[in-house]
């Protein structure tokens, strides 16, 4: 079992930047793939951006490629999303995740393991 925490989230202003984190405990993360998804009042959980296990391969959602960073400190069993340039659009709760299969890391299907969110409010 892996329990994943996450934080840095906050309330920031457009065009600013935050480094959120997810901490595991539990297991090792330096076998898994993560991934960060995000989900927006009223909307569906959307793919952010997914990193393997060796930190090796990421992929990202259009929508923010070129904006955000993931990666992933193995020695510290962490994760990590830097978001720059946030847009209103990226007002949503961020979550990470955890799992076991690098097939297609944008399908949320593909994780076992999820944490609680953290919140990101961009203001205009």
């Known amino acids: 079992q892996v329990q994943l925490v996450e934080s840095g989230g906050g309330l920031v202003q457009a065009g600013d930047s935050l480094r959120l984190s997810c901490a595991a405990s539990?297991?090792?993360?330096?076998?898994?793939?993560m991934g960060w998804f995000r989900q927006a009042p009223g909307k569906e959980r959307e793919f952010v951006a997914a990193?393997?296990?060796?930190?090796?391969?990421?992929n990202y959602a259009d929508s923010v490629k070129g904006r955000f960073t993931i990666s992933r400190d193995n020695a510290k069993n962490s994760v990590y999303l830097q978001v720059n340039s946030l847009k209103p659009e990226d007002t949503a709760v961020y979550y990470c995740a955890a799992g076991s299969i690098w097939r297609r890391p944008f399908r949320s299907g593909e994780y076992d393991y999820w944490g609680q969110g953290t919140q990101v409010t961009v203001s205009s």
């Open positions: 990193i393997s296990a060796s930190g090796g391969s990421t």
């Open positions: 539990g297991r090792t993360l330096s076998t898994y793939n």
